[in-house]
């Protein structure tokens, strides 16, 4: 018994370090719109899955962002883990580091100006609902189709996923996961409608397929005139 003890508190030592060697520090004077928005999105959708550890990252030097959410069971090292690396996969070079755990910024240094910034509310007119594609009120363009093929490899590797289009013909969003409860589902399709709205926040989004399926009529008709 007392050997399991001495285990896990080993384990827990160096999941503390782990964290700990990540947190962001130094100097942030100025942060972009869009990696504001970013952050009050995933503030928003965190709120809304409770069950889930949390963390976002940073690089400033390159600036770009990434961030992450995991089953509690899976520890906060986890999500920790999976928001550098999608922070690591943006374009630029330099460390990315972490901005905030669970909600809660823990980066070290930042300008007041900045920090205020990120703990604004999100403004109330802000759509968190899911739009199915309607091809009366949007038509998904050649480019966004092509984005959507593109994507086939990845819908391959994962149990479930989501594609969105926004409405000013360009942008997108997409999300996947391997895990296959409702819960997993319900948070992927969430993400990648949330990918979609930083992308383009004056435009409605559209959920276009799941699982690289239509997910209407309109969206099927649409992929038929692609072909």
């Known amino acids: 018994m007392r050997i399991f003890a001495l285990v896990i508190a080993a384990l827990l030592t160096v999941t503390a370090c782990q ?9 942030i004077s100025d942060m972009s719109e869009s990696t504001i928005e970013s952050y009050k999105h995933y503030l928003q959708i965190m709120e809304e ?24 069971a899976d520890g906060v ?11 690591d996969r943006g374009r630029g070079a330099g460390r990315c580091e972490i901005l905030d755990i669970n909600g ?6 930042m300008d007041p100006r900045v920090l205020a910034s990120l703990q604004e509310e999100l403004p109330e007119i802000v759509d968190t609902r899911t739009h199915e594609y309607d091809g009366m009120k949007y038509r998904i363009t050649d480019r966004q189709l092509k984005k959507f093929r593109s994507r086939e490899k990845s819908r391959e590797q994962s149990n479930f996923s989501a594609f969105f289009v926004s409405g000013d013909g360009v ?7 391997k895990g296959n409860s409702q ?12 990918d979609c709205q930083i ?14 399926e239509p997910v209407n009529e309109d969206a099927r008709r649409a992929l038929e005139r692609e072909n």
């Open 171 to 177: 942008n997108y969003g997409d999300g996947y996961t």
């Open 19 to 27: 964290t700990t060697e990540n947190i962001g520090s130094g100097p």
């Open 77 to 87: 090292g986890e999500a920790i883990k999976v928001a550098l690396e999608t922070c």
């Open 49 to 72: 899955n409770e069950d889930y550890n949390s963390a976002f990252a940073y690089s400033k030097s390159s600036r770009r962002s990434g961030w992450a959410g995991q089953h509690q």
């Open 183 to 194: 819960s997993n589902h319900s948070f992927t399709i969430r993400n990648a409608r949330r």
């Open 104 to 109: 809660r910024i823990v980066w070290k240094g």
């Open 199 to 212: 992308a383009s926040p004056e435009r409605k989004c559209f959920l276009f397929a799941t699982n690289g």
